[in-house]
């Protein structure tokens, strides 16, 4: 199969991978990009694959506030060394990190931080929808695992769509960054605030309050 210049460009740029290794990745992923740069991650062929074992300790807590006030995140990010840590790249990259966390409102960095009771919940009501659409039983399992493939692209920080590009996950971009840097990167925990999240919010009566001010 004939290979696009630009794909074999765009991947080696992904994933700091050999000219041939992309190549052939390409070729035998039928030039999608990114089923390319996951058998190079999974060849141990592509830079994030060959740092992903290194330890990383450095890095930022990177603070993000939205919405007047209304969203604040807090994310941590590692990095191999201090002088990576504070660069404008890496610093970039974790303000990008900490806007996604308050756009896309994930709930967990990777899938499997999910507990397996979630799991087994969602299977249960994806199942349950399933069969009330009428699905034959006998492909309803198949449909469930899709199904939960897109509760993990919702709620995985990973997983999920990059808000500032589409085109590409977070797990793309931080190969990306991984590539271009030079270390092994790695977003290790975030927590999200939402103003008012969690509290029963006080309704007001507008009948009662008008005439408390008729009565006045």
Known sequence: MAVDAKAVKELRERTGAGMLDCK???EEANNDITKAAELLREKGLSAAASKA???ATEGVVQSYIHAGGKIG???EINCETDFVG???QFKDFARDIAMQIAAANPRYVRR???PQSEVDKEKEILTAQALNEGKPEKIVAKMVEGRISKFYEEYCLLEQTFVKDPDKT???LLNEKVST???NIS???FVRYELGEGLEKKVDNFVEEVMAQVNK
Request: charged share 35%.
């Open 181 to 183: 840097i030079g270390e």
């Open 53 to 55: 074992g290194r330890i």
């Open 187 to 189: 977003i290790r925990r």
């Open 24 to 26: 052939h990745a390409l």
């Open 86 to 88: 504070k660069t404008d």
């Open 73 to 75: 995140v807090l994310v």
């Open 112 to 114: 499997e931080e999910v």
């Open 170 to 172: 977070i797990s793309q």
